[in-house]
């Protein structure tokens, strides 16, 4: 074969007249086919574009122009190999035949383009990786399932679709043609993708394709080819952050220079990668009877093959009676972000479904800094989950429980950065009706206060969520509600009020204001009752205390008739005690 020469995307010898060729397809498949395009070309074989006359589609046209060439038998061979397998990722042969001195075979024109292609623009979005994981890890099963070794895969004959679905266009090096296939140097660019043992010039076997797997992941992970000395190759994570554990820990088992220390089979890959990430699943209309657990090892699983290629699933952050929350990373956006996965049995209802993505999307407009931002709704497999911003800090209650009670200076200034949220979030009518320590959050650097789930006591709060978790109609959780909200009265903004009082003063003293049954915290709140801070501690100044005692008050008329005003009486009431607000805030 001549020198070959790239004119606007084909690559035709330089010995082939591309004219002549192309008025020879055109005549001598009139009424089949019409060609199109000229994509590749030698002189002995050729690419074309064409549409097929007869079905009307445009198809992919190879043809073997020279008869006495060694690598005719080869082109036969490929052909009846492609014809004899069935699988997505494989491309289909539609026809095939001879014409004259010529053989050709007609199949399926991919829409899309080449992972060499794709790769100059830089590393794959990771979703598309893990999707072109579980295509290759399919396609070696089943091609390995027929006792054939595909032996060499490169870039440039992994095509992907517009669906990001990828397709094997070239089998020419399957250990089933080695008997046909002429002996040619491999080009530079494919040899780190060939494994080690077939370029030293063994036959291979199923744990060659896996490597090769895993040299085509690597290059779509990190945007570079791996080098050619596997024991060369950098950590992927260290290339890229955001490459999930799973992928990397697959990746570098696959380019084991030692067969052996590779994946036995690609099912075992696939199943690695499973484990951690999950796969898609359709949604279910109801809750499946193991959804009824509350072991947090069977939610990691349910939650791995719900999130599918969208999040990789961190670690677990906290549970509640609402469900549990996860440290993910969003694999679009490449970023961690806390994920809310509520339990099935608030969301069996569609309409608790509908009504919670409403709110919570109206939520998400509340844009301030010390309000934890939604960002997306989602839910697969049965399950419901929103996401938020991932707060780099403990909750109120968990810095309470692990180191005591706070000093008066930083309750205060928790106090105010909540009451600054609350005046953007009523004023657009939001309350959120469920404030309490565990919805607190506070950055460990700054030492910020954000508030989260908005959305979801908004969407949730007030329903008939009954039964296994002892939820009422009744909004709120009881150490920490209003009294109107315990005896089902009507809840306004001063709800919040009450509710973060509360948790000021748990700050300060170490211990839930209210404990016990329900009604035992109802009758305690109708009569007035309240956690004196005095009885654990003697520093807080006393219109200070005044100032919060109004804060939760028995009755709504009672307290601060909007949160702007519960900022101005703290201020107030510090005044007199060394200016402590304004050494805060300057």
């Known amino acids: ?83 004899a397998l069935d699988h997505p990722v494989l491309r289909p042969i539609f026809s095939a035949g001879a014409v004259g001195d010529w053989m050709y075979r007609a199949s399926k024109w991919i829409e899309g383009e080449s992972l060499d292609v794709a790769i100059t623009r830089g590393p794959r979005p990771l979703p598309a990786v893990l999707q072109l994981t579980r295509d290759l890890a399919g396609v070696l099963e089943y091609v ?6 595909l032996r060499r895969i490169v870039p440039a004959s992994v095509m992907i679709q517009l669906t990001q679905r990828a397709v094997l266009t070239d089998l020419r090096y399957a250990n089933v043609h080695m ?33 090769t797997v895993g040299a085509l992941l690597y290059l779509a992970t990190t945007g ?88 990789e ?38 309409a608790v479904v509908e009504r919670f993505q409403r709110e919570a999307r109206t939520a998400a407009l509340l844009t301030h800094q010390n309000i934890v931002n939604t960002f997306d709704i989602g839910g697969r497999a049965g399950l419901q989950w929103y996401t938020m911003e991932y707060v780099h800090g403990r909750s109120l209650d968990r810095i309470v429980t692990q180191d005591g009670p706070l000093s008066v200076d930083r309750v205060l200034r928790m106090l105010l950065e909540a009451l600054e949220a609350l005046t953007l979030a009523h004023a657009r009518n939001f309350v959120h009706r469920d404030l309490k320590p565990e919805n ?9 206060v954000q508030i989260a789930d908005f959305g979801l006591a908004l969407a949730l709060g007030g329903e008939q969520l009954a039964g ?20 089902g009265e009507p809840v306004d903004h001063r709800a919040d009020l009450y509710s973060l009082t509360l948790s000021a003063i748990f700050a300060l003293t170490g211990e839930v204001p209210f404990t016990g049954a329900l009604e035992s915290i109802a009758a305690r709140q109708a009569a007035g009752h309240l956690p004196q801070v005095n009885d654990y501690r003697n520093d807080v100044p006393a219109r200070v205390l005044r100032t919060l005692h109004l804060g939760a008050a028995r009755y709504p008329d009672e307290r601060f008739g909007s949160a702007q005003s519960y900022i101005a009486a703290l201020r107030e009431s510090t005044r007199s005690s060394g200016g402590l607000l304004a050494r805060l805030f300057g």
Request: proline share 8%.
């Open 224 to 311: 570079q080819a791996p080098p050619e000395d596997p024991a060369a190759v950098q950590s992927p994570k260290g290339l890229r952050q955001a490459c999930p554990q799973a992928l990397e820990r697959i990746i570098c088992r696959a380019l084991e220079v030692a067969p052996r220390d590779r994946y036995h089979t690609a099912a075992e890959m696939l199943e690695d990668l499973v484990s951690d990430l999950g796969e898609y699943d359709v949604s279910l209309p109801v809750v499946p009877e193991r959804y009824a657990t509350d072991d947090p090892a069977a939610w990691e699983k349910l939650l791995r093959r719900a999130l599918g290629d969208d999040y």
């Open 179 to 211: 008997d046909v296939a002429p002996p040619a140097a491999e080009p530079d660019v494919a040899i780190p993708f060939i494994a080690p043992e077939i370029r030293a010039g063994h036959a291979g076997e199923p744990h060659s394709d896996i490597f």
């Open 468 to 487: 296994a978790h002892g939820l009422t109609g009744r909004s709120g959780t009881p150490a920490f509600a209003a009294p109107e909200q315990l005896l």
């Open 1 to 83: 074969m001549g020198r070959a020469s790239r004119v606007s995307g084909q690559l035709i010898s330089d010995d082939v007249d591309a004219v002549k060729l192309f008025g020879q397809v055109a005549d001598l498949f009139q009424g089949v086919f019409e060609p199109l395009q000229i994509i590749a070309a030698s002189e002995e074989r050729a690419l074309f574009v064409a549409r097929d006359l007869v079905l009307r589609r445009r198809v992919a046209l190879r043809v073997h122009l020279d008869p006495t060439a060694a690598s005719r038998s080869w082109f036969d061979r490929e052909t009846q190999l492609l014809a």
């Open 440 to 448: 607190l959050l506070i950055e460990g650097d700054t030492g910020t």
């Open 144 to 149: 390995h399932s027929q006792r054939i070794v």
């Open 313 to 350: 699933l961190l670690g677990e952050l906290g549970s509640g009676g609402f469900g549990r929350v996860y440290k993910v990373r969003d694999l679009a956006l490449e970023r961690e972000v806390a994920l809310k996965v509520l339990h099935p049995y608030l969301t069996v209802d569609p």
